[in-house]
């Protein structure tokens, strides 16, 4: 029998903001737990808010074997490990003044602006221990901006937004990042007459791909991937990891839902273009006889099952000068895609920018950016960096070749 416990803390400071106003702060803090009991082959588990009774839970677990939830015993040698990631951002008594002094100096140079939505400080501590001797603990917190932005007098709920995440806070960076997109939504531009382009924009494309690399799927032959594990199938340069290490995660715990710590806090899916291992939690990567990536999650009261979290593409260029010569499009605001079962991506883009040398030129009509999963992830795929079109905060800049088709 192998039993573990589980505790995690949050500590969310959240503003609420209104037409470049301060309206009202919540303040969150939740203890969420959890307690698991591993016995022939089957799984019990029982969770609880607030402070913990283990004596409880532990029973409560145990009686819940009889269940019969299949789900494999294993065990790991005696560990320690404590990491304190949580950085001074500012005191919790200037939060307020510091974010509305922000906010009256991003009105006074934006003046055909609104500003609203939220600003947020984010705290968490989580704990996992188990009867083998593993006891690892975390402790990491961010300063979170998500703006919406409403030009005065437009019929729009919102026409723009700004977000990012920090573990720090710097509002110089945060006003020269909000003027330049808004000084480009103002400036508007016509449709782009070539068909394929160079895109600048987030992960998302691969978000559709994702499903497509868990275990599950791939070994019920559902999978776009099928048979290519152990191929190279992408290109070279494109490596997709799993990547908890505290110094390039913020407010992600070390280690995974089951107590995986990967070496070096990092694992591969795709290494150099090859299809390495698939998302998986301990169950799957024993049913399937196949490598635990290490990236298990789980509700407080629930079995583990596959995770994305701590996803990352490994950088490619050391900042997006290197990777875009000449014009490109940054992709700002995009919602509604989808992917076909062979592949295909249709991206619609509500807001996008012309770019170059750094800038934000003007603002695009609407358009959809259109590519297949395979080839953006091979001739398509241009690099990655986190160095780019913002001055503040982590943001990542995927950049690959597409076509896009402009909306009458």
């Not at 603002?363 to 992830?377: K, T």
């Given at each position: 029998m192998?039993?573990?416990r589980l505790?995690?803390?949050e ?5 609420n903001?209104?037409?470049?106003k ?6 969150n ?8 009991v ?7 588990v029982?969770?609880?808010l607030?402070?913990a009774d283990w ?15 299949a ?5 790991g040698g ?5 990491v ?5 951002i500012f005191?919790?008594?200037d939060?307020i003044?510091t974010?509305q ?5 991003l009105?006074a ?5 609104l500003f609203?939505?939220?600003?947020q400080l984010?705290?968490?501590?989580s ?7 593993e006891?690892y603990s975390y402790?990491g917190?961010q ?8 030009l005065k007098g437009?019929?729009?709920?919102l026409?723009?937004g700004?977000?990012?995440e920090?573990?720090?806070?710097d509002e ?6 909000v003027k330049?997109?808004?000084?480009a939504?103002l400036s508007?531009?016509p449709h782009?007459?070539e068909n ?5 924009g ?13 275990a599950?799927?791939?070994f ?7 048979d290519?594990l152990?191929q190279k199938?992408?290109n070279e ?6 990547n ?6 913020l407010?992600?715990?070390?280690f995974?839902?089951e ?7 990092v694992?591969?899916?795709?290494k150099?273009g ?7 939690c301990?169950r799957?990567?024993?049913?399937y006889?196949t490598?635990?990536?290490g ?6 009261n629930?079995v583990?099952?596959p995770?994305?979290?701590g ?9 997006l000068s290197?990777?875009?010569k000449g014009?490109?499009i940054?992709?700002s605001?995009t919602?509604g895609?989808?992917?076909t079962?062979?592949?295909?991506i249709?991206?619609?883009v509500m807001?996008a ?9 003007g603002r695009?009509?609407?358009f959809?950016v259109?590519?297949?999963i395979?080839d ?5 795929f241009?690099g990655v ?10 943001q ?9 088709v402009?909306?009458?």
């Amino acid at each position: 029998m192998k039993t573990e416990r589980l505790t995690y803390k949050e500590s969310n400071r959240c503003l609420n903001v209104v037409a470049n106003k301060v309206e009202s702060l919540r303040i969150n803090n939740s203890t969420k737990n959890t307690f698991r009991v591993y016995d022939k082959g089957a799984i019990g588990v029982e969770g609880s808010l607030g402070k913990a009774d283990w004596d409880c839970l532990q029973q409560a677990a145990t009686a819940k074997l009889s269940q019969g939830i299949a789900y494999p015993e294993t065990h790991g040698g005696k560990r320690s490990l404590t990491v304190d990631a949580t950085k001074h951002i500012f005191d919790d008594k200037d939060f307020i003044p510091t974010i509305q002094h922000l906010l009256d100096r991003l009105g006074a140079e934006n003046p055909k602006f609104l500003f609203s939505n939220k600003v947020q400080l984010n705290g968490s501590e989580s704990c996992y221990e188990s009867s083998d001797g593993e006891h690892y603990s975390y402790k990491g917190n961010q300063f979170l901006i998500s703006l919406g932005i409403k030009l005065k007098g437009s019929p729009n709920i919102l026409d723009e937004g700004y977000g990012c995440e920090s573990d720090c806070f710097d509002e110089d960076a945060i006003c020269r990042d909000v003027k330049m997109i808004c000084d480009a939504f103002l400036s508007k531009l016509p449709h782009v007459e070539e068909n394929d382009v160079t895109v600048i924009g987030s992960f998302e494309p691969l978000q559709y791909a994702l499903s497509h690399l868990v275990a599950d799927m791939y070994f019920n032959n559902a999978s776009l991937f099928a048979d290519k594990l152990g191929q190279k199938i992408f290109n070279e340069k494109f490596s997709l990891v799993v990547n908890r290490a505290p110094s390039e995660q913020l407010n992600v715990p070390f280690f995974d839902a089951e107590g995986v710590v990967n070496d070096g806090y990092v694992n591969y899916i795709v290494k150099n273009g090859v299809l390495e291992r698939l998302l998986t939690c301990k169950r799957s990567a024993a049913l399937y006889n196949t490598a635990n990536l290490g990236t298990a999650s789980a509700a407080y009261n629930g079995v583990p099952m596959p995770g994305a979290e701590g996803l990352d593409i490994v950088n490619t260029a050391n900042d997006l000068s290197e990777l875009v010569k000449g014009k490109a499009i940054y992709l700002s605001d995009t919602g509604g895609g989808d992917m076909t079962p062979s592949g295909d991506i249709s991206m619609p883009v509500m807001t996008a920018y012309l770019y170059e040398n750094g800038k934000l030129l003007g603002r695009l009509p609407e358009f959809v950016v259109a590519v297949n999963i395979f080839d953006l992830l091979n001739d398509g795929f241009v690099g990655v960096t986190d160095k780019g079109v913002f001055d503040f905060g982590k943001q990542k800049h995927f950049v690959y070749k597409a076509k896009i088709v402009n909306k009458a």
